[in-house]
Every structure is written in structure tokens, then in C-alpha cells.
């Protein structure tokens, strides 16, 4: 059975891109393959934190992963930090990523133009997920289209390691919804719908009220034109909104387009679907947060089904390279 790895940073609120563009499709795969979800929060102190923050939004991370469908019985969900194996591999990935792969890291470029502190591990950034995922003997990685390049260093990266020192890893490769993979921010629709930009009113929250959500698509940037018509390029704030619907709808944004001639329906209509789409979503991530020691225990099996994969593919990693077996 094909093994799947994905992985979510515990930074700032999670919003309706992360679900289009990933977290659907998490919830399906855990049902047709092997699945191990990550909640990075290593990756989390590459930028700037809050600790006591941190370590909030890591529970509520568990929680609403929980609420969104994925399935501790069924999948292996588990805290990054909780395994010694990710910062371990992590290195030896370091020495075999190149210092101008990293520098072509269009994420990294990006991140680091927005800080005044640019860590070094924001630049080593991409060889901790390369860990991630080569970890778990990896088939397949489902993420937005933010991550393809990414995807492609570890590829990259996994190429080399088992070439230099003998079969080692599974080359992974990525997958990428057709709706839903780059949801933008509703008020710069050039720009993809992100968590820096969560306080906004581009960004919608999985945890808005229906009223907020309605007051911020019925807000959303258009254009000067008035034909309903999916053209990212022409008319990228109408297209976004098509998006949204088909992915809410289960249908295709050009199919969505048929059906409107005024941009005040089709907002008011993908208000509403994203209104019905959260709703079920908030009510058990309400239950599920008033029991934060359960969600611990299960974080807690979750990082020992973890181990028992990453253990064996670091010893093994570990041997290739070249290290002395410290186990006597
Ligand atoms: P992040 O929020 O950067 O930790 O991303 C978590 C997952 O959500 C990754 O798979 C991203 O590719 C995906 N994602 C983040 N922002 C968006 C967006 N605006 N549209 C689609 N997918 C996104
Ligand atoms: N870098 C990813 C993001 O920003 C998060 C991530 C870390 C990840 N490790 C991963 C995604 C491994 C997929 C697989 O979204």
C-alpha cells in the first residue's frame, strides 16, 4: 500500500486555503493509503514565536486536524518535536543539499525579504521537511501548489543520498488538488490566502463566525468588469471566488461560472458554501477542545506509531553515510 506524508505548520489560525488546498485532501487519502500527518512546529521557530503561543496553537492545530476528519484510528497524526528522528535526519540532509539549491528556494526569498531576523534554519528550512517526509519511506506528499518546489528539493536530495551511499530512501512525489490548490486572499487576489495575513479580511479562518465570513466574501476584491467568467490571469478575484465554490461544491470553476451573470449571487451563493462546508467542522472542534488531555494521549500514540517507521529509515540513513553504530 502507497505510504502518504504530509505536514502543517502550528502557526497562526488555520484558514480556508490550508483546507481547500490540503487538508481535503488529507482526509481522503488517510482512506486509500498509509497516511502520517505532521504538525511541524519545528518549522515553527524558524520565524519569529511566542512560546506559550506556540504551544497553544500546536493543541488547537491537533484539534481542529481532528475536527476536519482526520482520523487517529486511521492515520498516524502526531507533534514533529515529539520525535528526535526529524532533527537527526534533518542534518544529514543539510550535508547533502547544496547551499544554492537552498538559495533558490523561492519560499525562502519570500519569508526572508518579510523579517528582520532571517535565521539560518529558515534558510535550512527545506532539508527539515525533506527529513519529514523521507522518514516514512514516502510515495506520495499532498500539498498546495506553495509547496512544489519543495517537494522537488527532497526529490532531489533523496536522488543523491542513495546514489552517494547506496539505496536508502523512497523518492517521494507530490500531489496537488485540481480546485482549491492556490486559494488567494480575498482582498489582494495576486497574492495566496495566508496566516501572516490571518487577522485580515482577505483570510478566512476555519474558526469565523458564518457572519464574518459572509461580511468578508461579500467583501471580496472583484474587477470593473460585471461577466461571471474563471480567467486567473484577467480577472483573478472573480476566479478565486469560482475556486472556492468548486472546491466547497465538489465542482469545477468553470462549471460554477455557467450558472451566475452578477457577481452579488455568486458571492452571496459561495458565502453560503462556505458557511455549510464549516459548519459541521467548528461544532466538533468545540467538543474536541474542551478535552485537551485526550487530545494529548492521542498525540502521544500517534508519536509512538511515528517512531516505530522513522526509527528504522534513520538507522539506516545513519549506516549509509557512514556513522559508527553507537549501539555497541
Ligand atoms: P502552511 O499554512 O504554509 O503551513 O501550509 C499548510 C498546507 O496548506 C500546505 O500543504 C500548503 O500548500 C497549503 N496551503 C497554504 N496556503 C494555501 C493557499 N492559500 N491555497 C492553497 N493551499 C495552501
Ligand atoms: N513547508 C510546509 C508548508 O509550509 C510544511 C511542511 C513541513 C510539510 N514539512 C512537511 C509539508 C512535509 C509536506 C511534507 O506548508
Known amino acids: 500500500m502507497a505510504r502518504v506524508f504530509s505536514g502543517i505548520q502550528p502557526s497562526g489560525e488555520i484558514h480556508l486555503g490550508n483546507l481547500l488546498g490540503a487538508l481535503h485532501n488529507w482526509v481522503a487519502e488517510q ?15 524558524t520565524h519569529k514565536h511566542d512560546p506559550a503561543q506556540l504551544r497553544q496553537a500546536t493543541l488547537s492545530l491537533s484539534q481542529m486536524l481532528m475536527a476536519v476528519g482526520l482520523d487517529p484510528q486511521v492515520c498516524t497524526l502526531f507533534v514533529q518535536s515529539h520525535l528526535s528522528e526529524h532533527s537527526e535526519l534533518a542534518w544529514l540532509l543539510q550535508c547533502t543539499t547544496s547551499y544554492g539549491e537552498l538559495s533558490r528556494m523561492t519560499q525562502f526569498k519570500h519569508k526572508s525579504d518579510e523579517t528582520d531576523f532571517v535565521s539560518a534554519a529558515l534558510f535550512t528550512y527545506p532539508a527539515l521537511q525533506a527529513a519529514d517526509i523521507l522518514l516514512y519511506d514516502t510515495d506520495i506528499v499532498p500539498v498546495g501548489d506553495d509547496q512544489r518546489q519543495h517537494i522537488e528539493l527532497t526529490r532531489d536530495a533523496a536522488q543523491r543520498f542513495n546514489q552517494r551511499y547506496g539505496e536508502t530512501f523512497v523518492v517521494p512525489s507530490h500531489q496537488i488538488p485540481k480546485a482549491g490548490a492556490r486559494v488567494m486572499d480575498l482582498q489582494n487576489p495576486t497574492s495566496k490566502m495566508s496566516k501572516s495575513a490571518g ?56 462549471s460554477v461560472a455557467e450558472n451566475y451573470s452578477s457577481y452579488g449571487a455568486l458571492k452571496k451563493d459561495c458565502a453560503e458554501a462556505v458557511v455549510a462546508m464549516l459548519a459541521p467542522i467548528q461544532q466538533r472542534f468545540g467538543e474536541l477542545s474542551a478535552d485537551s488531555g485526550e487530545t494529548a494521549r492521542l498525540l502521544a500514540v ?11 529509515t534513520l538507522a539506516r540513513a545513519k549506516q549509509n553515510i557512514g556513522l559508527l553504530d553507537g549501539e555497541g
Not at 482512506?31 to 521557530?45: G, N, P, R, S, T
Not at 500517534?302 to 528504522?312: E, I, L, P, Y
Open 302 to 312: 500517534g508519536a509512538d506509531k511515528a517512531r516505530h517507521m522513522a526509527s528504522q
Open 31 to 45: 482512506h486509500k493509503h498509509e497516511a502520517v500527518y505532521c504538525i511541524v512546529d519545528l518549522h515553527a521557530l
Open 199 to 254: 487577522e485580515g479580511a482577505g483570510t478566512i479562518s476555519l474558526t469565523d463566525d458564518p457572519k464574518a465570513i459572509s461580511k468578508k466574501i461579500m467583501r471580496a476584491v472583484t474587477d470593473s468588469e460585471t461577466e461571471v467568467r474563471y480567467d486567473p490571469a484577467a480577472k483573478p478575484g472573480v476566479s478565486n471566488l469560482l475556486e472556492i465554490m468548486a472546491a466547497a461544491r465538489q465542482s469545477t470553476p468553470q
